[in-house]
């Protein structure tokens, strides 16, 4: 499912599918996951349509590196960011992504083990 008419984070970005969102600039969208694995599991998602990290371009460095600091700012704005959180792409089947459209996952609120299974 690469097609961006299809895109179901293109789709909440378009307000057709609702979703609890909790940061919107021009560029960048943040929204709660429908299956929360923390107390804090957010999706940073750019308004832009990109499939996968495969797909990314050097003109998205800056795309990429705003979602990173948004992250960081929304976890700092929860109060998780001295206790610590986990930021996470997941990039095609064996890291099992599901929605292709570029996510970084901002997990916290709970210690967390590492590696991840
Ligand atoms: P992936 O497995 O691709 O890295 O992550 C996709 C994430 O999107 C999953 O954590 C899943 O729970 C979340 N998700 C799937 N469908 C929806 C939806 O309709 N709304 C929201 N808010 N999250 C979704
Ligand atoms: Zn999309």
Redesign the pocket.
Known sequence: MNDVADC?FCK?IKRE?P??IVYEDDRVLA?????P?APT?M?IVPKQHIASLNDLQPHDDGIVGELVRRAAAIARDRGISGAGFRT???TNRE??????HI?L?LLGGRAMEWPPV
Request: charged share 5%.
């Open positions: 179901l909440i599918i979703a609890s929204f709660n996951d429908i299956n694995q599991h999706l996470v792409f997941n890291a099992g992504q599901t929605v292709f996510h996952h």
